[in-house]
């Protein structure tokens, strides 16, 4: 049995049955705002803070600074850590291909993924978000193999890793992508709604090895962070 990693997340290690094998690949999925990278950084600061286990923050979408901004209206100081070699930002910003040809692409990058890993003996890494990672690549071909080489990479490197994932759906369904098979595990975050009330919530898909708890649950973004709730029922879902 693979040992357990807990993600720190108040109600999320309980849903997933304790915890995240380590070195899974588990996808985080959702609508536009629903809190996906939220919980994604949660998980990376909680294994700094509470673990000790450094963490990589790899950002498709953002800046480091941005990055470092959205932590710090948590209260969550990465720079702190970052100083301390526990944590690093790697950002991989999307680059036309014409810039790419100009060479525009190799003189501007920071740090690679591997060297990150290397420097501070990552243990976590955050894909943010996978959706994007994809179009560094310019045909179908190639973001498979990239996409393949990435979660070989991580799984190599012993990591336990979190793929943000956009979901274009407000409801609990999901459509199934390439990335869905190739993970260990699929959490799901999304809307619900109850009369003029949205609220979100919360859902473990898959969890390869595990004994989840595949039910809904309530989840709230509040100033701590997020927080899911594993004994309520959402409001939509609750018997009048
Ligand atoms: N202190 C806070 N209290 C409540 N909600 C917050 C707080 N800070 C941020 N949010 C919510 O977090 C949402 C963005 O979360 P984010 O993780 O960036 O979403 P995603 O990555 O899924 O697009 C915002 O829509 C905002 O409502
Ligand atoms: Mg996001």
């Known amino acids: 049995m693979a040992e357990l990693i807990n993600t720190g997340i108040p109600g999320v290690d309980e849903m997933c049955g304790g915890g995240i094998p380590e070195s899974a690949v588990v996808i985080v ?20 803070e509470k673990y ?6 790899l950002t498709v979408e953002d800046v480091p600074e941005k990055v470092r901004a959205y932590a710090a209206a948590f209260g969550w100081d990465l720079e702190k850590y970052e100083k301390e070699n526990k944590l690093a930002i790697v950002a991989q910003p999307i680059f036309g291909e014409e810039e790419e ?36 690549f310019k045909d179908d071909m190639s973001r498979r193999v ?33 990335e869905h098979f190739l993970a260990d ?7 619900s709604r109850h009369k003029e009330k949205n609220e979100r919530c919360f859902r473990v ?17 509040t ?13 939509s879902l609750a018997e009048k």
């Not at 979901?167 to 992508?177: A, C, M, V, W």
């Not at 100033?223 to 409001?235: A, R, S």
Request: glycine share 10%; aromatic share 8%; hydrophobic share 35%.
């Open 185 to 191: 595990g699929l959490i799901l975050l999304f809307w």
């Open 52 to 57: 000790n286990e450094p963490g990589i923050y």
């Open 101 to 136: 040809k100009k060479g525009k692409k190799k003189e501007d990058a920071g740090e690679t993924l591997g060297e990150a890993i290397e420097r501070i003996g990552a243990k976590r890494i955050v894909l943010d978000s996978v959706t994007l990672f994809k179009y560094l």
């Open 223 to 235: 100033e701590k962070g997020i927080m899911v709730y594993p004994t309520q029922v959402p409001l």
């Open 29 to 48: 999925s959702g609508s536009p705002g629903i809190g996906k990278s939220n919980f994604a950084m949660q998980y990376l600061y909680n294994g700094v």
């Open 146 to 178: 990239n996409l393949l080489n990435f979660i070989k990479q991580v799984k190599d490197s012993g990591c336990t890793t979190m793929m943000v994932a956009e979901q274009h759906e407000s409801t609990g369904d999901i459509t199934y992508l390439d």
């Open 205 to 221: 898909v898959k969890l390869r090895g595990q004994k989840i708890n595949p039910d809904i649950r309530p989840m709230e973004i």
